[in-house]
Structure formats: C-alpha cells, structure tokens
C-alpha cells in the first residue's frame, strides 16, 4: 500500500526559508517531485528528482531558490525553499513515480500525498 506523508509547511514571511519533507512507503520510488496548487488553477510542477544521480528538475519560477534532494535510505524527498515570495502561497503536494522522471508533468506521478500548506506573507 503506497503512502507518502508530507511534513513542514507553515507561515512565514516573504524572504524566509521553508523546508518541506515527504517520506514513502509501500512504494519502490525512482523518482518523486513536488508540486503546488492554489484554488483555481491547475497543478503544477515545482521540482522533481531521480534516484542514481538521472538527473532533477526545477520550475522556471523556483529555480536558484529551492532546492531538492533525495535520501533514497529513507525513501525521502526534500524541497528546501528560500527567499520565499507571496507567489510561492499554495498547498505543495509530494508525488513518487516508479520510472525515472525527465518531466514535471502532474499526469507521471501516480503516487501522491496528502498535501501541505505553505503560505508566504508579504
């Protein structure tokens, strides 16, 4: 039974730091992602990560600010997000795909969490 649990959302002002945490289980993962959505629009694609060094990604908007990682003995994914904006505000869902990813498409992830909210003040 897949699962994967998101952790470290919160408040905090525009500038500040964020680190979120995703952790599956019941899943043999190659690579996982994170995305975002705000009501009303579509999800989106903020990052996603390989296991092997394939490779990661980043959204145009995010990147040289967050930063994903990958502890495959974990089985956990990391979005560090810094000098956060207002635009950044929106529920960021954890995502595992289990083929490697060259893609931040939403429709290659099969697995998903339950999402957390970050919400950026200005």
């Known amino acids: 039974q897949v699962q994967l649990v998101e952790s470290g959302g919160g408040s905090v002002q525009a500038g500040g730091s964020l680190r979120l945490s995703c952790a599956a289980s019941?899943?043999?993962?190659?690579?996982m992602g994170w995305f975002r959505q705000t009501p009303g629009k579509e999800r989106e694609g903020v990052a996603s990560i390989n296991r092997n060094d394939v490779g990661t990604y980043y959204a145009d908007s995010v990147k040289g600010r967050f930063t994903i990682s990958l502890d495959t003995a974990k089985n956990t994914v990391y979005l560090q997000m810094n000098t956060l904006k207002s635009d950044d505000t929106a529920m960021y869902y954890c995502a595992a795909s289990s083929n490697y990813c060259y893609t931040l498409s939403p429709a290659y992830f099969r697995a998903w969490g339950q999402g957390t909210q970050v919400t950026v003040s200005s």
């Open positions: 019941g899943y043999r993962t190659y690579c």
